[in-house]
C-alpha cells in the first residue's frame, strides 16, 4: 500500500501503563507490516525536540488516536490534555478517536469518551481477560476493519467532470477581464448564517466557516437562502472540505419535484461523482453526507426527510427557513435551521481582495502598498454605490454574484456611441441581460422585455404602489396590449419574468419586483425617455431627496440621461437648503471663540513605528459591520421628525446624490457643470456647518450644553458609587462638550470628501476649492487627494497653516486628516519624520517617555 494511504495512528496513554502499550504494539504489528498505519507515540521523541510542541503536531496529523484508558489515564493531567484535543479533533477533522479499555475505571462518568465505541467489544476491560493475548487480538480484530474503512474511503476519488463542476462559479466563470477562467476557490469567501431555533426564531449569526468546524454538532442542517444568495456555491465549498475530512458528501439536485425514491437519487449520484469500483452499499453509510440542494422543488417533502433519516449526517438546501411544514414535528425539530446573510463590509473587502488579485499574481507583494490599498478603496466605493449603501441601507443584495458581476461588468464596460448609460448604470443593466438570456430570450426580444419593464415600473409608481395583485397585474397587462404590440405570447412573457425571478409573485401571490435596483432602474429609465412630460414629477423627486425612493431615482435618472435638467434643478435645490447661512469657511476671525479652546481638544498624535495599517484596516472595519448591522432598518425618512432634522436629512441625502452624479458622470458632463454641482453641493455642507457653529457660538447655550453633560456625569457617577468633586465634574463637562463640538466639525468636513470626492475629480475638485481659497475649501481639498489619491502633499500643507487666516481649529482637523492617513497607509521612515517636523504631531513613541 503506499504510504499516501497509510494512515497514522496516535497513541495516548498514562506512562504507568506502558507496558500495556508495548503488549499493543506488538500485536498490531501486522497492521504495520501491511503497510496499513504508522503509529507514534512519545518515546519516539528524539532527544532536544520541544515536547509538547511535537506532540501536539502529531495529534494535529493523526488519522485514529487511540485513548488508552485506565485509573492512571483519567488522573493524569497531561492525558486528559491530550483527550481533550483528540475530542477537538474528532470534532473539527472527523478523526477517528477510539477508546482502548486497560482496567476497571470510572470511564463511563466522562462525558466525552462514554459517547464513543469502545474497545474490546462493549468496554470490556483488557485487564479482564484470563488470557491477554485472547484481549489484544480482539482489539486487532475491531482495530483492523475501521482501518480498511476509513483508507476505502479516502481512496475514493471526485471524478473530474465532477471535480469542474465544483470549481465552477457559472455566470462568474468568464467574468474576470483578465483571468482567462475564475473558479471558486479563486474567489471563496465564507458567508455569515443567521441561526434559528427549533421554532424558527432567530437566535444569532454564526459563520458558515464554524458550523463546518462544528458539524459534528449540527449533524442535519437545513440552509435557506434567496435567489442568487450563493446556496450552490455553498454546497460547492461544503462538499470540498466534508470530502477533505474523509467524509462522502453526495450532491442531489432535481429541479423537476424530486420524483422517484432519494435513496436511488443519492445512489446515482454516487456513482457520477466518485471514480470507483466500489458500491455505496459496500462502503456503508455511516459518513455519507447527502447534500439535497434546490429542496424547496420537492414534491413531497416529508416523505423525503423520512428515507433521509437512515443517513446520520444530512445538508438540505431550501429557498426560504419556513418551507418546511410537516405534520411530524420531530423531523422538523431535528434539524439545525440556517439562513445565509448578505455580505458584512468586512466580507466585501475579502471578496474584493481576492478579486483584485487574480488580475495580478504578484498582487500581496506589490512594492508600493499604497497602489494596492488605492484599487481595494477604488472598488469598494463602486460595489457600496452599487449596492445603494451610500443613500440607504442598500437596494441590491450584497450577495458576492452581485458584487462581482457589478466589478466584472464595470472592468469590461464598452458601450456604443448612441448609448448615454453610465458605466455604474451599465451594470445594473447588464444584471438584467443576464437574468433574460440565462432563461433563453433571444437578443431580438430583449428590448421587448425591457419596454415592458418599463412601462410597468411606471405604472406602479404612479399607482404609489409596490406590488399588484393577480387582477390588478391583469388589468396592466391589458393596458399594455392596447399601447404597445407584443411580439411574444403573454405566457411566454409572465413565465420568463418570474423563472428570471425580476417580476415575480410571492407567498401571498402578490407580484412586485424581486429586488428595488429594478424597479428603480426601469422607472427612472421612463422617467428619462419622458423627461419633457414629466418635469413636475422629476422636480418633485428632487425637492424630497431626503426619502431614499426619491433619492434613488434621481440617482438613476443620470444613469439613463444626462439631460441639463436634472443638474439645474438639483442645484436650485440646494442653494435653497440652509439658504440663511453663508458657506462657512473655518477662518480665524469665524473660530476665534472656538480657538482659544483649542488646547482642550484631542491631540492628534501619530501611532507607534509599529504601526500596521492591514491590522488598523481590519478594525475599521469591524467597526463598519456593526453601523451597518445598526442601520440595516433605518430608511431615514420619519416625517414626524421636526423641521430642522428633515431640513438636515435633505441636505445630506441631496449632496448625496449631487456626488453620485457627478461621479457617474466625471467623462461626459462639461467642466463647468461639474465645477457647479461639485461647489452646489461643498456649499450645502458648509451652510449646515455654519447653523452649527452660530448654535454652539453664544455663551448661553455653551452654559446650557455643558450644565447637560454635567447632569448626565454626576448620574453616572452616582449609579457607579464614586464621589468626583463637582469642580472636576464640571472640568470634564467642558472638555467634552468642546470636543464634541470639534468632531462634529470634523465629521462634516469629512462627509463632504466622502459624499463628493473621486479620483475621476480632481482637477475639478482643486479648481473649486483654490478658487474659494478658505481654510474649509482646502481642507476638503486635501482630504480628497489623501484618500481618493493616496497624495500627501506635506510641503503645500505647511504653507498653508501658517498663513493668517487658518484657525486652530482648521489646523488640528488637518492634523487629525493626516494621523488618521498614516494609520490606514504604508508611509516609509523618511516620509515619517517629515510628518513630525514639519507639522510638529508627535508619535506615541515620544508621549510615553515624556517626563511627567
Given at each position: ?53 511535537t ?24 492525558c ?65 476493519p ?47 448564517l ?14 458558515s ?39 462522502i ?54 416523505k ?56 495580478d ?27 445603494g449603501?451610500s ?44 437574468y ?14 425591457v ?280 472640568k470634564l ?35 473649486v476649492?483654490?478658487?474659494k ?36 481649529i482648521a ?42
Amino acid at each position: 500500500m503506499s504510504e499516501t494511504n497509510q494512515l497514522k495512528l496516535f497513541i495516548s496513554y498514562s506512562h504507568k501503563d506502558e507496558d500495556r502499550i508495548d503488549e499493543f504494539r506488538k500485536h498490531t504489528a501486522p497492521l504495520k507490516n501491511n503497510g496499513l498505519i504508522s503509529e507514534w507515540y512519545d518515546r519516539k521523541i528524539m532527544a532536544g525536540q520541544n515536547f509538547r510542541k511535537t506532540i501536539g503536531n502529531n495529534l494535529e496529523d493523526a488519522d485514529i488516536i487511540c485513548l488508552f484508558i485506565s485509573a492512571n489515564f483519567l488522573s493524569s493531567t497531561e492525558c486528559l490534555k491530550e483527550k481533550n484535543e483528540a475530542i477537538k479533533l474528532k470534532k473539527k477533522k472527523g478523526v477517528s478517536v477510539i477508546p482502548v479499555i486497560l482496567s476497571d475505571c470510572g470511564w463511563l462518568d466522562d462525558p466525552d469518551i462514554s459517547p464513543l465505541l469502545a474497545i474490546p467489544t462493549d468496554g470490556n476491560p483488557i485487564a479482564n481477560f484470563e488470557d491477554s493475548d485472547v484481549a489484544w487480538t480482539c482489539v486487532y480484530k475491531e482495530l483492523r476493519p475501521l482501518i480498511l474503512k476509513i483508507i476505502s474511503i479516502r481512496q475514493l476519488k471526485i471524478s473530474n467532470e465532477f471535480t469542474y463542476f465544483l470549481q465552477s462559479t457559472e455566470l462568474l466563470t468568464k467574468a474576470h477581464s483578465q483571468k482567462e477562467e475564475v473558479l471558486l476557490e479563486h474567489i471563496f469567501v465564507y458567508p455569515e448564517l443567521a441561526k434559528y431555533d427549533s421554532l424558527r426564531e432567530y437566535e444569532k449569526k454564526e459563520s458558515s466557516e464554524k458550523v463546518l468546524d462544528n458539524f459534528y454538532d449540527h449533524a442535519r442542517i437545513l440552509i435557506a437562502g434567496e435567489n442568487q444568495s450563493g446556496k450552490t456555491t455553498l454546497c460547492k465549498k461544503l462538499y470540498l472540505e466534508l470530502r477533505r475530512k474523509n467524509f462522502i458528501p453526495i450532491y442531489v439536485s432535481d429541479k423537476n419535484n424530486f420524483l422517484g425514491k432519494i435513496e436511488n437519487k443519492i445512489s446515482e449520484a454516487f456513482s457520477h461523482q466518485y471514480d470507483n469500483e466500489t458500491s455505496l452499499k459496500e462502503i456503508g453509510i455511516d459518513r455519507v453526507v447527502p447534500i439535497i440542494d434546490d429542496f424547496h422543488f420537492a414534491k413531497n417533502k416529508e416523505k423525503i426527510i423520512q428515507a433521509l433519516t437512515r443517513y446520520h449526517y444530512q445538508i438540505i438546501i431550501v429557498d426560504d427557513i419556513f418551507s418546511l411544514n410537516f405534520r411530524d414535528e420531530k423531523l422538523t425539530r431535528s434539524f439545525k435551521h440556517f439562513k445565509i446573510e448578505e455580505f458584512i463590509p468586512s466580507q466585501r473587502n475579502a471578496l474584493i481582495k481576492k478579486w483584485r488579485q487574480l488580475a495580478d499574481p504578484n498582487y500581496r507583494g506589490l512594492s508600493n502598498e499604497n497602489s494596492k490599498y488605492q484599487g481595494i478603496d477604488r472598488t469598494t466605493e463602486l460595489v457600496d454605490a452599487a449596492l445603494g449603501k451610500s443613500i440607504g441601507s442598500g437596494i441590491m443584495p450584497a450577495y458576492p454574484f452581485f458584487i462581482l458581476t457589478v466589478i466584472g461588468t464595470y472592468e469590461t464596460f464598452t458601450k456604443s456611441l448612441s448609448e448615454e448609460i453610465t458605466s455604474q448604470g451599465h451594470c445594473y443593466q447588464a444584471l438584467i441581460y443576464i437574468y433574460l438570456i440565462k432563461q433563453g430570450v433571444k437578443n431580438d426580444d430583449i428590448d421587448t422585455y425591457v419596454n415592458f419593464l418599463t412601462e410597468l415600473a411606471f405604472y406602479l409608481y404612479e399607482k404609489k404602489k409596490y406590488e399588484l395583485t393577480v387582477n390588478e397585474f391583469d388589468v396592466f397587462m391589458s393596458f399594455y396590449k392596447g399601447k404597445y404590440n407584443l411580439p411574444i405570447s403573454e405566457k411566454t412573457l409572465r413565465s420568463n419574468l418570474q423563472k428570471t425571478n425580476i417580476f415575480s409573485p410571492d407567498g401571498f401571490n402578490n407580484y412586485s419586483f424581486s429586488y428595488s435596483y429594478l424597479y428603480f432602474f426601469f422607472v427612472a429609465k421612463y422617467f428619462a425617455e419622458h423627461l419633457d412630460d414629466n418635469k413636475e414629477a422629476i422636480g418633485y423627486i428632487i425637492n424630497n431627496l431626503h426619502k431614499n425612493d426619491n433619492a434613488y431615482i434621481a440617482i438613476f435618472i443620470s444613469h439613463h440621461s444626462k439631460n441639463i435638467f436634472l443638474l439645474k434643478e438639483i442645484i436650485r435645490i440646494a442653494s435653497g437648503l440652509f439658504e440663511k447661512y453663508t458657506p462657512f469657511g473655518l477662518t480665524r476671525d469665524e473660530l476665534r471663540f472656538f480657538d482659544e479652546q483649542a488646547n482642550t481638544i484631542a491631540q492628534a498624535v501619530l501611532p507607534g513605528t509599529d504601526n500596521i495599517p492591514e491590522r488598523e484596516r481590519e478594525q475599521d472595519l469591524l467597526a463598519q459591520d456593526q453601523i451597518e448591522e445598526l442601520n440595516e432598518n433605518d430608511e431615514l425618512d420619519n416625517e414626524d421628525d421636526d423641521e430642522l432634522i428633515r431640513e438636515l436629512r435633505r441636505s445630506i441625502k441631496t449632496v448625496e446624490v449631487m456626488g453620485t452624479i457627478i461621479k457617474n458622470r466625471a467623462g461626459s458632463l462639461e467642466r463647468d457643470k461639474l465645477e457647479d454641482v461639485f461647489e452646489a453641493g461643498m456649499n450645502v455642507h458648509l451652510r449646515v456647518l455654519q447653523s452649527f457653529i452660530e448654535l454652539v457660538k453664544t455663551e448661553e447655550n455653551q452654559q446650557d450644553m455643558v450644565a447637560f453633560i454635567l447632569s448626565r456625569l454626576q448620574l453616572m457617577e452616582k449609579n457607579k458609587g464614586k464621589a468626583l468633586s463637582d469642580s472636576k465634574l464640571e472640568k470634564l463637562s467642558k472638555i467634552i462638550f468642546w470636543n464634541m463640538n470639534f468632531f462634529t466639525v470634523f465629521s462634516i468636513i469629512d462627509k463632504i470628501i466622502h459624499s463628493l470626492g473621486s479620483d475621476k475629480l480632481i482637477e475639478i475638485i482643486e479648481t473649486v476649492c483654490d478658487r474659494k481659497h478658505t481654510p474649509a475649501a482646502f481642507l476638503v481639498k486635501h482630504g480628497i487627494l489623501m484618500w481618493y489619491s493616496k497624495n500627501l502633499q506635506i510641503d503645500d500643507v505647511t504653507d498653508r497653516i501658517k498663513s493668517d487666516d487658518f484657525s486652530k481649529i482648521a489646523e488640528n482637523i488637518l492634523r487629525h486628516r493626516i494621523v488618521d492617513h498614516y494609520r490606514i497607509h504604508s508611509i516609509g521612515y523618511r516620509e515619517r519624520q517629515k510628518i513630525e517636523h514639519a507639522l510638529n504631531i508627535p508619535s506615541k513613541k515620544l508621549l510615553a517617555h515624556r517626563p511627567k
